[in-house]
């Protein structure tokens, strides 16, 4: 079982930067594919992207083109997501999510935090 604590959200202007960070409980953390994920209000949840435990790949979403990075350091047991340029656009709540299996299906998930852009 891993419990996953995102941090990190807040009010941003656009053109501005914001890292937000998923903290993970668990010995096995650094054993899980994870994967960030968003959600803005009236839409459906959005893949943004994702890091392989397997090989360090990381990938994304088109939509990211460059704008953000993921990282993680496993002796911190933390996932992070970079965001720079941002636009008003990007208002959503960010989610983390890990992927016990490794198989592309995401087995637990963090409460999300918010994240608001202004024009």
């Known amino acids: 079982q891993v419990q996953l604590v995102e941090s990190g959200g807040g009010l941003v202007q656009a053109g501005g930067s914001l890292r937000v960070a998923c903290a993970a409980s668990?010995?096995?953390?650094?054993?899980?594919?994870m994967g960030w994920f968003r959600q803005a209000p009236g839409k459906e949840r959005e893949f943004i992207g994702g890091?392989?435990?397997?090989?360090?790949?990381?990938y994304y979403a088109g939509f990211v083109k460059g704008r953000f990075t993921i990282s993680r350091d496993n002796a911190k047991n933390t996932v992070y997501l970079q965001m720079n340029s941002l636009k008003p656009e990007d208002t959503a709540v960010y989610y983390c999510?890990?992927?016990?299996?490794?198989?592309?299906?995401?087995?637990?998930w963090g409460q999300g935090t918010q994240v608001t852009v202004s024009s």
């Open positions: 999510a890990a992927d016990r299996d490794n198989d592309n299906v995401y087995d637990f």
């Open positions: 668990g010995r096995t953390f650094s054993s899980y594919d």
């Open positions: 890091i392989k435990w397997t090989t360090g790949r990381i």
